[in-house]
């Protein structure tokens, strides 16, 4: 079974180094994202801001060129 899991470090490329590296570090920004959403004492916060993406700013509509 260890066979199987082996990994020969030595013959990794760049590009597989790119993709571990992205790999590991998007996995833990994800279970850093997840405790923090999912973590009862941060409830509040995130409720007053659940609708942030449906709210217009007022000074995006319009023109916005200066009317030039």
Do not use: C
Request: proline share 3%; net charge negative.
């Amino acid at each position: 079974m260890s066979g199987y899991f082996a990994t020969d470090w030595g013959a990794m490329t760049a590009t597989d180094w790119v993709g571990l590296i992205l790999t590991v570090v998007i996995f833990i920004l994800m279970a850093v994202a997840y405790f923090q959403v999912f973590r009862p004492k941060n409830r509040d916060k995130l409720e007053s801001r659940k609708h942030i993406p449906f709210d217009e700013d007022i000074e995006d509509l319009g023109d916005n060129d200066g009317g030039k």
